[in-house]
């Protein structure tokens, strides 16, 4: 059974940091590319960075490149996400999954509940 938790959210002042985890189980994880997403209520689920399986190349959106860091543990099969100088607009829902680059599609249909976090000015 795949699953993939995240977790770590919760509310920070702006400016403040955070770190998210991912949990995966269920599947190879070393030969998955990881992705964190996130979404607010009534917008799409959006890709905000990602990182490679093997060589852990790390790719952002703007939106948060400079600011977060994606890293993964192979051997603990887990990802995380570390947020810095955190800013209103990235409260939202966050969520980790597999990634396939070709496709921008997550190869799992495994989203889990995600992890909330509200950055409060």
């Known amino acids: 059974d795949v699953q993939l938790q995240a977790s770590g959210g919760g509310l920070v002042k702006v400016g403040g940091s955070l770190r998210l985890s991912c949990a995966a189980s269920g599947f190879t994880f070393e030969d998955y590319h990881i992705a964190w997403f996130r979404q607010v209520p009534g917008d799409l689920r959006d890709r905000i960075s990602c990182?490679?399986?093997?060589?852990?190349?790390?790719h952002y959106d703007d939106s948060v490149k400079g600011r977060f860091i994606i890293s993964r543990d192979n051997g603990k099969g887990m990802a995380y996400l570390q947020m810095n100088d955190l800013k209103p607009e990235d409260t939202a829902v966050y969520y980790c999954?597999?990634?396939?680059?070709?496709?921008?599609?997550?190869?799992?249909?495994?989203w889990g509940q995600g992890t909330q976090l509200t950055v409060s000015s």
């Open positions: 990182i490679t399986n093997r060589d852990g190349g790390e």
């Open positions: 999954n597999t990634y396939a680059l070709t496709t921008g599609s997550a190869p799992f249909n495994s």
